[in-house]
């Protein structure tokens, strides 16, 4: 029963991630969810892993839960800051700040030398 439910899990896990659907713009709420979602998961993992420094692992079971709280935490701080693209942004007549992520890009000039271009949108205006 117990090796059954682990496939079932990975069963859904493999249908609900895989990538069939049309590709269209992702909203921020996505965005920030599937990011929490990735960084409890990651969180879990390294909290688990750490049971292998204790004494009495058992005792210490905790640490799993500790690593997916900091995980979830930390993944949708970078959700959230990763999904606003400038600082300002003007939606339904209303201003929103936010702090922005810059983007950095790095252009060939010749075989030698390249320019490394960084930028920060001030303003994003949806209607």
């Known amino acids: 029963m117990r090796k059954m439910s682990g496939v079932l899990l990975v ?16 909203n921020t709420f996505e965005t920030v969810f599937k990011d929490g979602f990735y960084g409890g998961l990651a969180g879990a993992l390294v909290g688990g892993s750490t049971l292998v420094f204790a004494k009495h692992p058992k005792d ?3 640490y799993i839960g500790y690593g997916a709280a900091i995980g979830v935490i930390l993944g949708v701080t970078f959700g959230v800051v990763s999904a606003t693209r400038s600082l300002a942004e003007i939606d339904d007549h209303k201003l929103v700040f936010h702090i922005p992520l810059p983007q950095t890009e ?8 390249r320019e490394v271009v960084t930028s920060v949108d001030l303003l994003t205006v949806r209607f």
């Open 106 to 113: 790095i252009h060939p000039l010749d075989l030698t030398r």
């Open 11 to 26: 069963a859904c896990l493999v249908a609900w991630l895989y990538p069939g659907r049309a590709a269209a713009a992702e």
């Open 60 to 62: 210490h079971y905790i």
